[in-house]
Protein backbone atom coordinates (compact mmCIF):
# COMPACT_ATOMS: atom_id res chain seq x y z
CA UNK A 1 0.00 0.00 0.00
CA UNK A 2 1.01 3.34 -1.27
CA UNK A 3 1.10 6.25 1.17
CA UNK A 4 0.85 10.31 -0.03
CA UNK A 5 3.71 12.73 1.21
CA UNK A 6 1.90 16.35 2.44
CA UNK A 7 3.45 17.50 -1.14
CA UNK A 8 1.64 14.42 -3.25
CA UNK A 9 -1.58 15.88 -1.48
CA UNK A 10 -1.42 19.32 -2.13
CA UNK A 11 -4.08 20.53 -4.95
CA UNK A 12 -2.15 21.23 -8.23
CA UNK A 13 -1.59 24.89 -9.24
CA UNK A 14 -4.55 25.94 -11.46
CA UNK A 15 -3.65 27.57 -14.64
CA UNK A 16 -4.92 30.82 -13.53
CA UNK A 17 -1.89 30.75 -10.48
CA UNK A 18 0.84 31.12 -13.30
CA UNK A 19 -0.99 34.36 -14.53
CA UNK A 20 0.93 36.58 -11.71
CA UNK A 21 4.37 34.67 -12.40
CA UNK A 22 3.40 35.67 -15.84
CA UNK A 23 2.01 38.96 -15.59
CA UNK A 24 5.27 39.15 -13.35
CA UNK A 25 7.63 38.03 -15.53
CA UNK A 26 6.85 40.12 -18.26
CA UNK A 27 7.03 43.40 -16.73
CA UNK A 28 10.23 42.59 -15.87
CA UNK A 29 11.79 41.17 -18.43
CA UNK A 30 10.15 44.22 -20.71
CA UNK A 31 12.79 46.26 -22.58
CA UNK A 32 13.53 48.50 -25.56
CA UNK A 33 14.91 44.75 -26.68
CA UNK A 34 11.85 42.60 -26.00
CA UNK A 35 8.98 44.45 -27.26
CA UNK A 36 7.73 41.54 -28.94
CA UNK A 37 6.55 40.13 -25.31
CA UNK A 38 3.78 42.80 -25.84
CA UNK A 39 2.36 40.01 -28.71
CA UNK A 40 2.67 37.28 -26.33
CA UNK A 41 0.91 39.09 -23.22
CA UNK A 42 -1.63 40.88 -24.41
CA UNK A 43 -4.29 40.29 -26.39
CA UNK A 44 -4.71 42.15 -30.19
CA UNK A 45 -7.75 44.23 -28.91
CA UNK A 46 -6.38 44.79 -25.72
CA UNK A 47 -7.80 48.03 -23.75
CA UNK A 48 -5.15 49.57 -22.39
CA UNK A 49 -5.87 52.59 -19.54
CA UNK A 50 -3.65 54.67 -16.96
CA UNK A 51 -3.39 58.05 -15.90
CA UNK A 52 -2.33 59.66 -19.33
CA UNK A 53 -3.62 57.25 -21.83
CA UNK A 54 -6.10 55.25 -23.17
CA UNK A 55 -4.91 52.77 -25.72
CA UNK A 56 -6.50 50.25 -28.08
CA UNK A 57 -4.88 47.64 -29.30
CA UNK A 58 -2.03 45.69 -28.74
CA UNK A 59 0.22 47.47 -31.39
CA UNK A 60 -0.74 51.15 -29.78
CA UNK A 61 0.24 49.07 -26.11
CA UNK A 62 3.70 48.26 -27.76
CA UNK A 63 3.98 51.81 -29.32
CA UNK A 64 3.67 53.08 -25.64
CA UNK A 65 6.06 50.63 -24.38
CA UNK A 66 8.55 51.32 -27.30
CA UNK A 67 8.54 55.40 -26.45
CA UNK A 68 8.66 55.01 -22.75
CA UNK A 69 11.73 52.19 -22.69
CA UNK A 70 13.98 54.29 -25.49
CA UNK A 71 13.53 57.40 -24.03
CA UNK A 72 14.33 56.13 -20.08
CA UNK A 73 17.48 55.19 -18.79
CA UNK A 74 16.52 52.67 -16.54
CA UNK A 75 12.93 51.35 -16.30
CA UNK A 76 12.42 48.17 -13.34
CA UNK A 77 9.58 46.87 -11.19
CA UNK A 78 9.29 45.28 -7.77
CA UNK A 79 6.00 43.26 -6.78
CA UNK A 80 4.56 43.57 -3.12
CA UNK A 81 1.44 41.57 -3.53
CA UNK A 82 -0.73 40.30 -5.64
CA UNK A 83 -4.39 39.22 -5.75
CA UNK A 84 -6.02 36.98 -8.25
CA UNK A 85 -8.96 36.11 -8.75
CA UNK A 86 -11.07 34.19 -11.85
CA UNK A 87 -9.54 35.88 -15.21
CA UNK A 88 -8.23 38.55 -12.97
CA UNK A 89 -5.06 39.47 -11.50
CA UNK A 90 -4.13 42.68 -9.48
CA UNK A 91 0.04 43.46 -8.73
CA UNK A 92 0.73 46.18 -6.53
CA UNK A 93 4.20 47.33 -7.50
CA UNK A 94 7.07 50.02 -6.99
CA UNK A 95 8.43 51.45 -10.40
CA UNK A 96 12.02 52.57 -10.57
CA UNK A 97 12.22 54.53 -13.45
CA UNK A 98 15.73 57.36 -14.26
CA UNK A 99 15.16 59.31 -17.36
CA UNK A 100 17.10 62.49 -18.20
CA UNK A 101 13.99 64.69 -18.49
CA UNK A 102 12.27 64.07 -14.83
CA UNK A 103 13.78 64.49 -11.81
CA UNK A 104 16.89 65.92 -13.00
CA UNK A 105 18.43 62.75 -14.62
CA UNK A 106 18.14 60.79 -11.16
CA UNK A 107 16.26 57.55 -10.56
CA UNK A 108 13.23 57.72 -8.75
CA UNK A 109 10.48 55.22 -7.57
CA UNK A 110 7.05 55.29 -7.96
CA UNK A 111 3.92 52.63 -6.32
CA UNK A 112 1.40 51.79 -8.25
CA UNK A 113 -0.62 48.56 -8.99
CA UNK A 114 -2.01 47.25 -12.11
CA UNK A 115 -5.43 45.47 -12.53
CA UNK A 116 -5.17 42.73 -15.83
CA UNK A 117 -8.08 41.10 -17.11
CA UNK A 118 -7.28 37.57 -18.90
CA UNK A 119 -9.76 36.60 -21.71
CA UNK A 120 -10.60 36.36 -25.70
CA UNK A 121 -9.46 32.87 -27.38
CA UNK A 122 -5.82 32.56 -26.12
CA UNK A 123 -6.31 33.62 -22.71
CA UNK A 124 -3.98 36.70 -22.89
CA UNK A 125 -4.59 40.07 -21.12
CA UNK A 126 -7.52 41.89 -22.36
CA UNK A 127 -7.69 44.75 -20.38
CA UNK A 128 -5.04 46.35 -18.47
CA UNK A 129 -5.55 49.49 -16.01
CA UNK A 130 -2.77 50.79 -14.36
CA UNK A 131 -3.24 53.08 -11.00
CA UNK A 132 -0.84 55.24 -9.83
CA UNK A 133 0.14 58.94 -8.14
CA UNK A 134 0.32 61.17 -11.66
CA UNK A 135 2.05 63.83 -9.34
CA UNK A 136 4.51 61.78 -7.97
CA UNK A 137 5.16 60.16 -11.53
CA UNK A 138 5.45 63.13 -13.81
CA UNK A 139 4.87 66.68 -11.74
CA UNK A 140 6.64 66.62 -8.81
CA UNK A 141 9.70 65.73 -11.12
CA UNK A 142 9.80 69.16 -12.90
CA UNK A 143 11.49 71.77 -10.74
CA UNK A 144 9.15 74.88 -11.62
CA UNK A 145 5.74 71.99 -10.69
CA UNK A 146 7.27 70.69 -7.83
CA UNK A 147 8.01 73.96 -5.49
CA UNK A 148 4.26 74.95 -6.61
CA UNK A 149 2.66 71.57 -5.97
CA UNK A 150 5.06 71.54 -2.41
CA UNK A 151 3.33 74.87 -1.30
CA UNK A 152 -0.26 73.79 -2.69
CA UNK A 153 0.40 70.34 -0.06
CA UNK A 154 1.85 72.77 2.63
CA UNK A 155 -1.37 74.87 2.20
CA UNK A 156 -4.09 71.81 2.40
CA UNK A 157 -1.99 69.97 4.98
CA UNK A 158 -2.67 73.00 7.32
CA UNK A 159 -6.92 72.43 6.97
Known sequence: MQT??????????????DRVKQAEQFFKNLSAETLHL?????????????PIHELQG????????????ENADRVEFSFSESIEQKDSVL??????LQT???NGGKPYS???????HFGGGQGK???????????AFVYERLPI?????????????KR
Open 4 to 17: QSNADRRPALAPES
Open 38 to 50: VDEFYDPAVQFVD
Open 125 to 135: VVYHRDYFDLG
Open 110 to 116: VDGNSLL
Open 100 to 102: KAL
Open 91 to 96: LVWTMT
Open 145 to 157: LRSIITVIKKQMS
Open 58 to 69: SSAVKAYYKKLY
